[in-house]
């Protein structure tokens, strides 16, 4: 076995402590090594002069060593290393804190680059423990990589000399030459040297490329391969001409073109014999429980059970209404199933879906309790997917064997995001809001016209309609929790008196919720003031004006979804971004919002401000994660390597051809990787 795959343990000069340092790093052989790639790069080739180097800045500079001080050992365990040194143009002191055996190796007469923070007065400049190697050093550009205890920044870059050593005597190559030749890119026998050592900065940014060339395309090739593999399960069959257009005649609106387009991609899914694996996606208000409730009623009618499963309690009640009253009146059981169903009703839905006789099955995660079974389950639908956890949809894939799943989300994910991450799904979008909407008119303020913002919302008040005021709410902490009950009891009894207040938040428990939910859809509350809770699909069409307080706080995506529960009836509707912490960033960000309101368009530009590790927040999605391409930056990259992909399935979908063997094993690899480290 080549000696790259062996425990990184046996490596020259590692040994068993530093393979336990490299552990924390994901690091166990010389192999996984070569990918520890630099963070960015200390650029010796062009230092400047001691006059140019401003203080509190990093400089490069080319330093002889003039003299050395004695260590002054200040006390037990803190000494300081003095030298001082020139460039013939002016003189520094370099100094060290506790690192004597730096100190140590400087030889007074002796050159070296240097690159460290400027500091001391304009008589005396110091350079802080810098960074250095000799001035004839070969290699000028030096990596930074990321470090761990036990790891200095020599340390990693001595070990990795010595990887790179050994796969400089015994390279290989799974890109095929004609690959590496049609998109110019550097061989892997150039690329993994050039990454560590490069020989200028240009070849460190072509090896870059190679490197996440292969990584986009090995991670499109492998999902592609997955796609097909997961598809291969049997489904229930139903009939394609399945006629639900009594559905559509019972519906108090006509649905709009994309409504009936993502209607007719499901129904076609589910006629097929192989699952549906679906994402419905569509900005808030867009009508995406309408078409739910057909598929429901083309599943329903082709005589099988369907169930939908929403994140929250308030969603899961919401949802249980509206879909019974479309599906009710064309002789559909709907059912409702949640965490706080009394025992009794409980027994008898259970037993219900048992029977067959439930049509739909609304609800929370409850329904997928041990304890709840369907007599046909053919499908399976999730609102707001990206809110559950790994268990709960791993527990839903196996409750139906292989039912076909219809994804629901609210959020306008990027494209190029959605295909990464989503990249075993197809995808319909609706596009446009249903008729009769009027865009929400956005006004960014500040604190100084939050009486007149007060006044405004209190003529939509007076008028009839329903408002809300979000105040963010860092989850867990009371401090803010109390801000916002203090916040409804003040404006209850100023600024608003004479109004019903009413008060939503997160810690509340499920039922106190409800309960304040359902007084605002009666419109026993006018104003209600909310933490985020109300982010999640809330609709209430009377309700035309939103406040949002410190909205510099939310990212544009969570702004967007707030401000979608307005502008959901036929009233003109408004939102207001108060904010009193103006930077140019901020300002920049909320003239967006008022600018438009295409959730897509928002997506992009909280992904390009916040990157994709942001944009998900903690949320896994199970795929290898990227570790050298970066999306925002590597569109054009990505474009290309998807073009690619598509071009060598349809040669190779296998991968079986001889020239991509290679390539094969290395998709297998790290996708095997994946699974092995729970990620899937
Ligand atoms: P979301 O995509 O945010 O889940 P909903 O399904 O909750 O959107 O729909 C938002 C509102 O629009 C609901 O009150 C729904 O009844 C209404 N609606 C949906 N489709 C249409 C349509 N084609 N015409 C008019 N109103 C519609
Ligand atoms: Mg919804």
């Given at each position: ?9 046996k490596l ?14 994901r ?6 090594l ?5 963070r960015?790069?200390l650029?010796?080739?062009?230092p400047?002069?001691?006059?140019d ?6 400089a ?23 030298a ?7 003189n ?12 140590d190796t400087?030889n ?6 240097m ?16 960074h ?10 030096r990596?930074?990589?990321?470090l761990?205890t ?26 095929p ?10 061989t892997l ?22 490197l996440a ?8 090739l ?11 399960d ?10 639900i ?13 994309s ?17 549906m ?9 867009s ?8 598929a ?7 005589g ?16 249980y209404?509206?879909?019974s ?17 009394k025992?009794?009703?409980r027994?008898?839905?259970i037993a219900?879906?048992?029977?067959g ?6 609800g929370t ?5 041990k ?7 053919a499908?399976?639908?999730t ?7 790994v268990?709960?949809?791993?527990m ?10 219809l994804?629901m ?7 190029t ?23 929400i008119?956005?006004?960014a303020?500040?604190g ?9 919302i ?6 009839g309609?329903?408002g ?6 860092i ?6 929790l ?31 919720k409800?309960a ?17 809770v109300?982010?999640?699909g809330?609709?209430?069409p ?6 949002i307080?410190?909205s ?11 401000r ?9 509707s408004y ?6 912490h ?9 003239r967006l ?8 368009k ?22 290898p ?5 970066d ?12 073009n ?16 991509y ?5 290395e ?10 480290n729970?990620?899937?």
């Open positions: 076995m080549n000696e790259l795959f062996k425990s990184i343990s020259k000069g590692v040994g068993e402590k530093r393979s336990l340092a490299y552990a924390k790093l690091i166990s052989t010389p192999y996984d070569l990918y520890h790639l630099p960015h790069y650029d010796y080739t062009s400047i002069t001691i006059a180097a401003a203080f509190g800045e990093i490069v500079l080319k330093l002889t060593i003039v003299s050395k001080f004695s260590p002054q050992h200040i006390r037990k365990g803190f000494s300081i290393y003095k001082v040194a020139t460039d013939g143009t002016d520094i002191t370099i100094v060290f804190y506790n690192t004597g055996y730096i100190f400087l007074i007469g002796s050159e070296y680059c690159s460290g923070k400027i500091s001391g007065n304009i008589i005396k400049k110091e350079i802080l423990s810098p250095i190697i000799p001035a004839d050093s070969k290699n000028l550009i990596p930074v990589y990321r761990t036990g790891l200095t920044l020599s340390r990693i870059t001595s070990d990795m000399q010595v990887a790179v050593d050994i796969f400089k005597r015994e390279p290989f190559e799974w890109m030459e004609s690959i590496l030749k049609d998109h110019s890119l550097m026998q150039d690329a993994l040297p050039e990454i560590h050592f490069p020989s200028s900065m240009e070849k460190a940014a072509a090896a870059r490329r190679r060339f292969d990584e986009l395309l090995e991670l499109q492998g999902l592609s391969m997955y796609k097909k593999r997961s598809r291969s049997s489904a229930n069959k139903m009939r394609e001409d399945t006629d257009t009594k559905f559509f005649e019972m519906l108090p609106f006509a649905m709009t073109n409504q009936r387009e993502a209607v007719d991609d499901i129904c076609s899914d589910l006629a097929k014999s192989v699952p694996n679906r994402l419905l996606q569509g900005d808030v208000g009508g995406k429980t309408v078409v739910a409730a057909a429901c009623y083309f599943a329903i009618k082709n099988f059970q369907a169930a939908l499963m929403a994140p929250t309690e308030i969603l899961a009640v919401q949802h209404y509206t879909i009253k479309f599906l009710e009146p064309l002789g559909v059981k709907v059912d409702l199933l949640t965490g706080s169903v025992s009794k009703e027994k008898s839905v219900s879906a048992a029977s006789e439930t049509g739909l099955l609304v995660h409850a329904i997928f309790q304890d709840v079974e369907f007599l046909n389950l499908l399976v639908i609102d707001e997917q990206h809110r559950f956890g268990t709960q949809r791993s839903l894939a196996e409750k139906g064997g292989t039912p076909h799943k994804v989300s609210a959020t306008p994910i990027p494209r995001l959605a295909l990464i991450i989503y990249g075993d799904l197809d995808i319909s979008v609706l596009r446009e809001l249903p008729g009769g909407r009027k865009p008119e956005t006004y303020v500040t100084k016209l939050r009486q007149r913002s007060y006044n405004f209190k003529q939509q008040l007076s008028a309609r329903q809300y005021i979000v105040c963010p709410m989850e867990e902490n009371s401090g803010e109390q801000a916002a009950a203090t916040y409804a009891e003040d404006i209850a009894q100023n600024a608003f008196s004479g109004y019903r207040v009413g008060l939503l938040h997160g810690k509340l428990s499920s039922k106190e409800d304040v939910m359902e007084s605002f859809q009666k419109h026993e509350i006018d104003l209600l003031v909310c933490t985020t109300v982010e999640v809330i609709d209430v009377n309700a035309t004006v939103m406040l307080e410190n510099d706080r939310f990212g544009l995506s969570q702004l967007h979804q707030l979608g529960r307005v502008g959901r009836g036929k009233h003109q939102c207001i971004l108060m904010t009193d103006v930077t140019d960033e901020s300002r920049q960000r909320l919002m008022s600018s438009t309101t295409d959730g897509f928002i997506a992009e530009e909280d992904l390009k401000m916040r990157g994709p590790g942001d944009f998900f927040g903690q949320r896994q999605h199970g795929l994660p990227l570790k050298i391409a999306l925002t930056k590597d569109m054009l990259l990505f474009e290309e390597t998807k690619l992909t598509r071009e060598i399935l349809e040669k190779d979908p296998e991968l079986n051809l001889p020239e063997r290679a390539l094969r094993l998709v297998l690899r790290l996708f095997a990787l994946t699974a092995e729970g990620m899937n």
